[in-house]
């Protein structure tokens, strides 16, 4: 997932609750939403003609099966756009994406700040009746109380994918990218503010969501020196397939992208390391101004159907945040501990949170090890 410009976010925000302080005529002001507001936007006005569906989604993370099934059922046409991380999406919404798409996937710490942004449209829960088929842990969750602007789309871990080399056996720590002496070979860092910087205060014992600026430096500087040793920063997408072609040794990536990984070179390996990590939610949302808006909810019902989110897991590899779809998860995915991280485990991993003002923190220490 990402490049990252959090700082950008921050500024946004603040320009915003400025503007909406200050004098407006009264036709500007009668168009212009606050920033904070919690108000849902006004949707532009519904297109004419066949019905169509714009969705703004990661790389391979959609079955296109499940695509030619809506537009089948509802004799719809859908159009894909694609990103890698979530900055970057946020940064095409705030061009004026929120009247180009329907539906997006933000990751769950982005959410509070499209949010305050007024990027998101509320969702009308009354068109989405298949979000009962949530699990607890999914339901009302701490960055959206009541789901009111989203819904879990996927779920999973962040950790390491490497090419298995004879005769040397692999420690299931990050110190086989973070400590120089246990260097597993050549590898790639995860293009992700929040998540690899997570990863690094998960290795120092650190919280992940900290906002103490000295923890913060001394993750930067230790992911600094991690940088000058390895070949650089990129999605995850990106370091699997370069494990894949033997480019690199190891990659940072998240665990769906690995599994399918493993799944085509028996000679590749993922693990989330012993300290362990970072954990993440994706989620099913629709841009304030989204052109077409029933649709949209139309859509997000359509993929919290029981079937239809066990068919989305079983081709991206990711878990499912749906209880109704498991009855019809692979059986031997659903016992896979990359897909599905056992109790322990779980213990280990922190789900990134918005962090608010001390996003800044974040933004500038990772500027620093960008721009060095």
Known sequence: MRRSSVLLIVLAVFAL???ACGPKPAEQQAQAPAASSAATPAAAPAASGPCQLNLFIWSEYIDPE???AFEQQNNCKVTIDLYEDNESMMAKLQAGGTSQYDVVVPGNYMVP??????LLAELRHENIPNLANLDDKFVSPAYDTGN???AAYQWGTIGIYLRKKPGKPVTPSWSILFDKSKQYGSFLL????REMLGTVLRYQ???VNTVNPEELKAAAALLLDAKKRSQGFEGGVGGKNKVLGKAIDAAVVYNGDAVRGMADDKETYFFVPDEGGVAWVDNLAVPAKAPHRDVAEKFINFILDAKIGAQLSNFNQYATPNKAAKAFINADDLKNTAIYPPADLMKKLEFVNDVGDANKL???????VKSK
């Not at 700040?113 to 007024?118: A, N, P, Q, R, Y």
């Not at 995860?190 to 503010?193: A, R």
């Not at 974040?362 to 620093?368: A, I, K, S």
């Open 17 to 19: 609750a400025l503007a």
């Open 66 to 68: 499940i695509v030619k």
């Open 113 to 118: 700040v499209m949010v305050k942004l007024g």
């Open 148 to 150: 009111k602007y989203s």
């Open 190 to 193: 995860m293009d992700s503010i």
């Open 205 to 207: 014992g650190k919280a």
């Open 362 to 368: 974040y933004d500038e220490v990772w500027t620093q």
